[in-house]
């Protein structure tokens, strides 16, 4: 497994941007494919973006998609979540999460497909 550390999060205005960061450490990052999820408060964890371990393929949750934008960096074994075009119900705890030879780009991924877990950080967009 890897261990992962989440930041970027803050509180924002509704229509403004947030880049969140996932550093891994433990494994060897580049075979691990990347998802990021969000729960927020009384609701079930939700897939929002996952990557691949090359960064060829991404997949985003529909309520996502055209705002958010999931990138990694293998050299510097941090993956980035760009959040623009936030919204009220974008507000959540996200979690950045981690998987070996797991297929990105096929099929909804959800948080059991996943092994290996950051502890979340906070996400609040004001109307």
């Known amino acids: 497994q890897v261990q992962l550390v989440e930041s970027g999060g803050g509180l924002v205005q509704a229509g403004g941007s947030l880049r969140l960061s996932c550093g891994a450490s433990g494994r060897t990052f580049s075979s691990y494919a990347m998802g990021w999820f969000r729960q927020a408060l009384g609701k079930e964890r ?3 973006a996952a990557i691949s371990w ?8 529909d309520s996502v998609k055209g705002r958010f934008t999931i990138s990694r960096d293998n ?10 075009s936030l919204k009220p119900e974008d507000t959540a705890v996200y979690y950045c999460a981690a998987e070996e030879d797991l297929t990105v780009g096929v099929h909804y991924l959800v948080p059991s497909d996943f092994g290996s877990w950051g502890q979340g950080t906070q996400v609040t ?3």
């Open 46 to 48: 939700e897939f929002v």
């Open 54 to 61: 090359s960064g060829a393929s991404t997949y985003y949750a």
């Open 75 to 84: 050299a510097k074994n941090t993956v980035y979540l760009q959040m623009n």
């Open 125 to 127: 967009v004001s109307s």
